[in-house]
């Protein structure tokens, strides 16, 4: 069993930087991928990136490389979700959840956190 918290959602202006951070418990936190996604108002739940080991390199989904990057530690099972630039088309309720293995597909992750809002002002 899995638990997530995120933190760091909050109100920023097109151009500004935020850092979303995704806390973990349980003892098995290493062995999973780390995804984030994110949902808008009216939308469907779109995939932002994922890390699945520490140090290595996150996959990105395209639309998103060179402003958002992802990272972990996992001696603090944290995982990070760096983003800079931001338009306001990132305004989203932003989630981290824990799979197996690498995948993009929301249904395929088992565990989720409660979600963390990001609004980006124009």
């Known amino acids: 069993q899995v638990q997530l918290v995120e933190s760091g959602g909050g109100l920023v202006q097109a151009g500004g930087s935020l850092r979303l951070s995704c806390a973990a418990s349980?003892?098995?936190?290493?062995?999973?991928?780390m995804g984030w996604f994110r949902q808008a108002p009216g939308k469907e739940r779109e995939f932002v990136g994922a890390?699945?080991?520490?140090?290595?390199?996150?996959y990105d989904a395209d639309s998103k490389k060179g402003r958002f990057t992802i990272s972990r530690d996992n001696t603090k099972k944290t995982v990070y979700l760096q983003m800079n630039s931001l338009k306001p088309e990132d305004t989203a309720v932003y989630y981290c959840?824990?799979?197996?293995?690498?995948?993009?597909?929301?249904?395929?992750?088992?565990?989720w956190g409660q979600g963390t809002q990001v609004t980006v002002s124009s």
């Open positions: 959840a824990a799979a197996r293995y690498y995948t993009t597909v929301a249904r395929v992750y088992d565990y």
């Open positions: 890390i699945c080991r520490s140090g290595g390199s996150p």
């Open positions: 349980g003892d098995t936190f290493s062995s999973y991928c």
